[in-house]
């Protein structure tokens, strides 16, 4: 006997077979509203971090340049002082007599020759003996000049105006030439060295400048000049060194501080969206992009984020423009409707100036 199922039975029984089976019913037809602007491709603008050491644009280790037994020091440490000023004297007893024994062996062969001059017209005397009392004479000024710097190597001197630091030496120590006294800096301009990586080598040219901030004060921004850069790459850490000059007029800084960084270099040109365009799923990022007055997919790579802009790497053609307000609504191959859009998300993007200097041409706001 045939069986009759009524009309609304069979409808109903469809529609649970269709949610079982997982599928999703048909987007709907009418367009949804969207706001959507042009894809700018700019140069990527990378910030790249490092750490510096700063050290005196002059800086000297002092040692003696004879040994002896200290008998006055006339530092102390932070002192500034000038070009040759004493900062250690050495026992000279023996140095002070070995000058007058030689002013004396001057004064007698000055003597000797000048008793030579006085009968050398006589012929009492040989051309070869005023010769040796001359020899004699030129002789015992050498000895003399040889026992002044003696004499003077007895006191150690400040090679130039500069800061001098800590010293372990005090009065009755014995001292060598391989004793160090103490540092001097001349500390009025430092240098702060860093490593760089080799990518950025060419990005990197003297009267540049960078931004360093000393950690001791991290609310300090200093603008460092490039000086020069080491002239071979690490082939171990594939990084070069990067010297850098600033000011220390104030004296607020000190040799062997650390400073944080940051310079930035042009990268590749990539396209630019607004952040509140990116959206995120299970497979990762992408954006929507008007084709055809239908929203197309696009995954992305996230490279950059600059102040509320996304550098992006993905299949993106010249002239798409991309979905900022109603990425939310919309599906792969949804039918979409252009409006102008008065917020926030309809704003031009602002993209900071290339390191060329040269700031991209920027659209008007729609």
Not at 17 to 42: F, K, M, Y
Not at 79 to 96: C, H, N, Q, T, W
Not at 217 to 236: F, K, L, N
Not at 329 to 356: E, F, H, M
Request: with cysteine.
């Amino acid at each position: 006997m045939a069986i009759t199922i009524p009309r609304a039975f069979a409808l109903f029984c469809l529609a649970s077979l269709a949610a079982c089976s997982g599928e999703e019913p048909e987007p709907t037809r009418d367009p949804v509203p969207v706001v959507a602007q042009d894809i700018r491709v700019l140069p990527e603008t990378l910030e790249i971090e490092a750490i510096g050491s700063a050290r005196a644009a002059t800086s000297a280790e002092i040692y003696p340049e004879t040994s002896g037994r200290v008998t006055r020091v006339l530092f102390a440490a932070g002192d500034f002082v000038r070009d040759g000023a004493p900062l250690v004297e050495l026992d000279a007893r023996a140095e002070r007599l070995a000058v007058e024994a030689a002013r004396v062996q001057v004064r007698e062969a000055d003597q000797l020759l000048s008793r030579y001059r006085r009968i050398e017209d006589t012929g009492a005397l040989s051309a070869s003996q005023i010769e040796a009392g001359e020899t004699a004479l030129a002789s015992a000024r050498v000895a003399l000049q040889q026992a002044q710097t003696d004499l003077t190597d007895r006191i150690v001197r400040a090679p130039f105006s500069g800061h001098v630091g800590l010293t372990e030496i005090d009065r009755g120590d014995r001292v060598s030439d391989t004793t160090p006294i103490t540092q001097i800096d001349q500390r009025g301009t430092l240098y702060v060295d860093f490593p760089a990586p080799e990518a950025v080598f060419n990005a990197l040219r003297p009267g540049q400048t960078v931004q360093v901030t000393p950690f001791s004060d991290g609310s300090r921004t200093i603008d460092a000049r490039v000086v020069t850069t080491d002239s071979r790459i690490s082939q171990d850490s594939r990084d070069f060194i990067v010297r850098t000059a600033i000011p220390n007029n104030d004296d607020r800084l000190r040799p062997g501080m650390s400073f944080r960084v940051v310079f930035e270099r042009q990268g590749e040109a990539r396209p630019v969206v607004p952040e509140q365009a990116i959206v995120w799923g299970g497979e990762g990022s992408h954006i929507f992009v008007v084709r055809d007055a239908k929203a197309v997919r696009v995954p992305v790579t996230i490279t950059a984020r600059r102040e509320g802009r996304v550098f992006v790497d993905g299949a993106i053609r010249r002239g798409d423009r991309v979905i900022v307000e109603g990425v939310q609504k919309v599906r792969d191959g949804q039918d979409i409707r252009l409006v102008n859009g008065g917020g926030a998300g309809s704003q031009t993007v602002r993209v900071r100036p290339a390191a060329s200097g040269t700031p991209a041409p920027e659209p008007a706001e729609r």
